[in-house]
């Protein structure tokens, strides 16, 4: 297996594993997400290939400024192909993220997580997450 930078070409294959993980199509929006993934030095995108096949993405951004750090790395979303999940790949994939994080001297990594959602809070305290201080806020009309 090889985990390497997102290119435009990968995109299809990440929008067929988002879509089998969801089990719906995904969004022109979430596709138009991706593609800003590309070739962008604070938002980045990795993917996993194993065979020529793209089997695994983890999406990450670089925030300047909030969240108690001047310099913030976030894991933004992730998705392994679910016929290879359990393999190691989605822990991989987030260490090597984390490695580009640090590569450029960000080493503050958030993300957001459903309370709900037992199994991926398992997962991320495996790669060392913990409870931050802070908290999400959401306001609908
Ligand atoms: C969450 C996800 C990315 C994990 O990738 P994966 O390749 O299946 O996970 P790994 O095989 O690398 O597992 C790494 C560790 O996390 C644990 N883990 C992985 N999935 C888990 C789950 N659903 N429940 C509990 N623990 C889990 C593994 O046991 C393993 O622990 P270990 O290091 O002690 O052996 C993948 O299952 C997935 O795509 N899920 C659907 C999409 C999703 O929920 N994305 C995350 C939020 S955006």
């Known amino acids: 297996m090889d985990i390497r930078l997102i ?61 108690g750090s001047e310099v913030t790395g976030w894991v933004e979303m992730m998705g392994v192909a679910p016929d290879k999940m359990g393999s190691g790949i989605g822990k991989a994939l987030a260490r090597r993220l984390f490695d580009y994080f640090a590569e450029q001297g960000v080493h503050d990594v958030l993300t957001s997580v459903a309370w709900d959602s037992g199994d991926i809070l398992a997962f991320f305290k495996g790669l060392g997450f913990d409870r931050s201080v802070f908290i999400n806020l959401e306001r609908k009309e």
Do not use: C, N, Y
């Open 7 to 67: 290119t435009q070409d990968d995109i299809p294959q990440v929008v067929g594993i988002q879509s089998r993980i969801t089990r719906r199509e995904v969004s022109d929006l979430w596709q138009r997400m991706l593609l800003r993934h590309v070739d962008s030095e604070d938002q980045v995108a990795f993917v996993a290939e194993e065979d020529g096949q793209v089997i695994g993405f983890i999406i990450g951004e670089i925030k300047v400024g909030g969240f």
